[in-house]
Nanobody, 117 residues
Framework: QVQLVESGGGLVQPGGSLRLSCAAS????????MGWYRQAPGKQRELVAT???????NYVDSVKGRFTIARDNAKNTVYLQMNSLKPEDTAVYYC???????????WGQGTQVTVSS
């Protein structure tokens, strides 16, 4: 099993910044991909950014140039630095960890990000 604990959400004005953190524990050695997803009210959950154990990174087009995903293997933590936030970034953000070799994926509990003036 893998446990994921997210932190760092909150209320921010448009143009502001937030940094989300996701700390992993448990069977972390076999995690090969970690990522951030978000779900806005009335919408499906969507991928925001992913990072593999080898450092390959992928972003959804709407956040490219504004968000940065990073992984600290020593701390078993993945971060999402969000800059130039827009109201449309408002959503619950979820951390996910994949153990692809075992066809398993784990989700965090989610953290609310609200961008509003």
């Amino acid at each position: 099993q893998v446990q994921l604990v997210e932190s760092g959400g909150g209320l921010v004005q448009p143009g502001g910044s937030l940094r989300l953190s996701c700390a992993a524990s448990g069977r972390i050695s076999s995690i090969n991909v970690m990522g951030w997803y978000r779900q806005a009210p009335g919408k499906q959950r969507e991928l925001v950014a992913t990072i593999t154990s080898s450092g390959s990174i992928n972003y959804v087009d709407s956040v490219k140039g504004r968000f940065t995903i990073a992984r600290d293997n020593a701390k078993n933590t993945v971060y999402l630095q969000m800059n130039s936030l827009k109201p449309e970034d408002t959503a619950v953000y979820y951390c996910r960890a994949d153990r692809s070799a075992y066809h398993l994926r784990y989700w965090g509990q989610g953290t609310q990000v609200t961008v509003s003036s």
